[in-house]
């Protein structure tokens, strides 16, 4: 199982990106998705997970109504659209899956990306 994030970089306050999570070697549709992120010096965090194509996903408070993530099936991609990008924001970006389900615990999930850095300045 491999799984590979994308679509970090150096971002102005208030721009967006857009980060990628290419999934291989799982039956993508049963798998939760989610995204985490360690800033510098801070311990990992949940930001956003997405347990199926059908079901609700989650967002952390502090990304809530910035933040939107998607699956393609097709591609076996999840996104995470991320807008109003904050200083706060800064850190790098890790993408998971789980089975049978997941939640904002890092236990719950089986394997794991390498990371995309994601960093907010002007």
């Known amino acids: 199982v491999q799984l590979q994030a994308s679509g970090g970089g150096l971002v102005q306050p208030g721009g967006s990106l857009r980060l990628s999570c290419a999934a291989s070697?799982?039956?993508?549709?049963?798998?939760?998705i989610g995204w985490f992120r360690q800033a510098p010096g801070k311990a990992r965090e949940p930001v956003s997970f997405?347990?199926?194509?059908?079901?609700?996903?989650y967002y952390a408070p502090a990304v809530k109504g910035r933040v939107t993530i998607s699956r393609d099936s097709a591609k076996n991609t999840v996104y995470l659209q991320m807008n109003s990008l904050k200083p706060e924001d800064t850190a790098t970006y890790y993408c998971?899956?789980?089975?049978?389900?997941?939640?904002?615990?890092?236990?719950?999930?089986?394997?794991w990306g390498q990371g995309t850095l994601v960093t907010v300045s002007s």
């Open positions: 997405s347990r199926t194509s059908d079901g609700a996903p």
């Open positions: 998971a899956a789980g089975w049978p389900t997941i939640g904002t615990i890092e236990s719950e999930y089986d394997y």
């Open positions: 070697g799982l039956t993508f549709d049963n798998y939760g």
